[in-house]
T-cell receptor, first 113, second 114 residues
Framework: RKEVEQDPGPFNVPEGATVAFNCTYS??????FFWYRQDCRKEPKLLMS???SGNEDGRFTAQLNRASQYISLLIRDSKLSDSATYLC??????????????FGRGTSLIVHP | DAGVIQSPRHEVTEMGQEVTLRCKPISGHNSLFWYRQTMMRGLELLIYFNNNVPIDDSGMPEDRFSAKMPNASFSTLKIQPSEPRDSAVYFCASSLVLANYEQYFGPGTRLTVT
């Protein structure tokens, strides 16, 4: 089993739709989680951290389910500009202040008019 | 802040040649990461440094790859000799450990080995 798994998609949705992605992780000791966005031929950029209690940033909501070992990203009122690949990241701490980040392969989102 | 700076942005080289990729992390960040991204394998962590010290290099594919961080503001990833299967986009990222461990990526170096 891969450490971090995502449905590659693509998720093809109309403008205004609500779409959700999940990301599962295998290490129950994983300690911090993030969602990144990557546009075609660009670098990944931090979208949002994922907190234990769940967090929201405008149209984006991230949640963590430790019992089932997954994180989710919900996008409401999709915009054309939301079209991108969404990568989840799981950090496993190694002690001494260091950690190992593991990226999922990403989920492709296409928002059409 | 200028963000993470990588050079060159594009590199085309012939098999067997040495390739050196460069990275300048965000000033004040104390962790630096080298990644490789391909369609087949996604984003793979090659090596990372904490306070200029290599912490984990288990992702380095083989002895042809080496990385150094001589000071807090500069790192190199070297491939010698290069092979066509090394063709990929190589990203450098940095983070400030105490700031929730968020990473900031450079624009990447697109490497093509013919």
């Amino acid at each position: 089993r891969k450490e971090v798994e995502q449905d590659p998609g693509p998720f093809n949705v109309p403008e205004g739709a609500t779409v959700a992605f999940n990301c599962t992780y295998s290490n129950s000791a994983s300690q911090s989680f993030f969602w990144y966005r990557q546009d075609c031929r660009k670098e990944p950029k931090l979208l949002m951290s994922v907190y234990s209690s769940g967090n929201e940033d405008g149209r984006f909501t991230a949640q963590l389910n430790r019992a089932s070992q997954y994180i989710s990203l919900l996008i409401r009122d999709s915009k054309l500009s939301d079209s991108a690949t969404y990568l989840c990241v799981v950090n496993n701490f190694q002690g001494g202040g260091s950690y190992i980040p593991t990226f999922g392969r990403g989920t492709s989102l296409i928002v059409h008019p | 802040d200028a963000g993470v700076i990588q050079s060159p942005r594009h590199e085309v080289t012939e098999m067997g040649q040495e390739v050196t990729l460069r990275c300048k992390p965000i000033s004040g960040h104390n962790s630096l990461f080298w990644y490789r991204q391909t369609m087949m394998r996604g984003l793979e962590l090659l090596i990372y440094f904490n306070n200029n010290v290599p912490i984990d290099d288990s992702g380095m594919p083989e002895d042809r790859f080496s990385a150094k961080m001589p000071n807090a503001s500069f790192s190199t990833l070297k491939i010698q000799p290069s092979e066509p299967r090394d063709s990929a986009v190589y990203f450098c990222a940095s983070s400030l450990v105490l700031a929730n461990y968020e990473q900031y990526f450079g624009p990447g170096t697109r490497l093509t080995v013919t």
